[in-house]
């Protein structure tokens, strides 16, 4: 699906970011009262999330995640689209789920611009492959080389609504982490290996006999 639910949020929206992309204020702007509803992915742009307005009535469901934050007050300094997010989408099917561990995990990421941003996070939304028989897969989702995640937080200082993959986020457990992490040595997955691929065929019973020995390719 293109559309997914989010958990309720109370978030506050500048309201430059209400009225058509020709209006954004990046700095100081006023601020309206949300509620965060829904986000929607199109493969190669940026999300678009839906926010209920409560004193209009009203849910706006395309509005720009740098126009969304946690405080009623924004920042001083101008907040981009560049610095809230890494990547545009690979896919148009999206899911939003918890991992239940970092609930309520101190996340860290230097965005693209060099600003760092630090907060509690919230949710993930990652991108599956499209449903067969539906066409021609465009998406990048199921190459793990190119498959990203988003994890999303808001940032302590400005209040604006971040995310990163995992491979830009730093996850810091003050009961499992040490003061002063190691710096990683991971290597990008590049391959998508299958079960099978090194090990020799199981052929399928060709007789009625029930047989728990594995019949290898001879």
Same mark, same amino acid.
Not at 10 to 28: A, Q, R, Y
Not at 69 to 75: G, I, M, R, V, Y
Not at 162 to 183: Q, V
Not at 187 to 216: A, C
């Given at each position: 699906?293109?559309?997914?639910?989010?958990?309720?949020?109370?978030?506050?929206?500048?309201?430059?970011?209400?009225?058509?992309?020709?209006n954004?204020?990046?700095?100081?702007?006023?601020?309206?009262?949300?509620?965060?509803?829904?986000?929607?992915?199109?493969? !190669?742009?940026?999300?678009?999330?839906?926010? %209920?307005? &409560?004193?209009?009535?009203? #849910?706006y469901?395309?509005?720009? $995640? =740098?126009?969304?934050?946690?405080k009623?007050?924004?920042p001083?300094?101008?907040?981009?689209?560049?610095?809230?997010?890494?990547?545009?989408?690979?896919a148009?099917?999206?899911?939003?789920?918890?991992?239940?561990?970092?609930?309520?995990?101190?996340?860290?990421?230097k965005?693209?611009?060099?600003?760092?941003f630090? !907060?509690?996070?919230q949710?993930?939304?990652? %991108?599956? &492959?499209?449903?067969p028989? #539906?066409?021609?897969d465009?998406? $990048? =989702?199921?190459?793990?080389?190119?498959?990203?995640?988003?994890?999303?937080?808001?940032?302590?200082?400005?209040?604006?609504?971040a995310?990163?993959?995992?491979?830009?986020?730093?996850?810091?457990?003050?009961?499992?982490?040490?003061?002063?992490?190691?710096?990683?040595?991971?290597k990008?997955y590049?391959?998508?290996?299958?079960?099978?691929?090194?090990?020799?065929? %199981?052929?399928?019973?060709?007789?009625?006999?029930?047989?728990?020995?594995?019949?290898?390719?001879k």
């Amino acid at each position: 699906m293109m559309y997914q639910s989010l958990p309720y949020i109370d978030v506050w929206v500048k309201k430059s970011f209400l009225m058509g992309p020709e209006n954004f204020k990046w700095g100081k702007d006023e601020m309206i009262k949300g509620v965060l509803v829904g986000v929607k992915a199109t493969r !190669g742009s940026l999300f678009l999330f839906e926010v %209920f307005l &409560p004193e209009y009535h009203a #849910s706006y469901d395309k509005v720009v $995640q =740098a126009g969304i934050f946690n405080k009623s007050e924004p920042p001083d300094q101008e907040i981009k689209l560049d610095d809230v997010a890494y990547w545009d989408c690979i896919a148009g099917d999206i899911e939003v789920y918890y991992k239940a561990l970092y609930q309520t995990m101190h996340v860290q990421m230097k965005t693209k611009t060099g600003k760092m941003f630090e !907060g509690q996070y919230q949710f993930t939304i990652d %991108f599956r &492959p499209s449903v067969p028989n #539906s066409g021609v897969d465009f998406s $990048q =989702a199921n190459w793990w080389s190119e498959h990203k995640q988003k994890n999303f937080f808001f940032d302590e200082d400005t209040g604006v609504l971040a995310c990163g993959p995992n491979n830009k986020m730093r996850y810091i457990d003050e009961s499992l982490c040490p003061a002063i992490p190691k710096k990683p040595f991971f290597k990008v997955y590049e391959q998508n290996y299958l079960s099978h691929e090194t090990h020799s065929r %199981f052929f399928g019973d060709i007789g009625k006999e029930f047989d728990y020995d594995t019949k290898k390719e001879k």
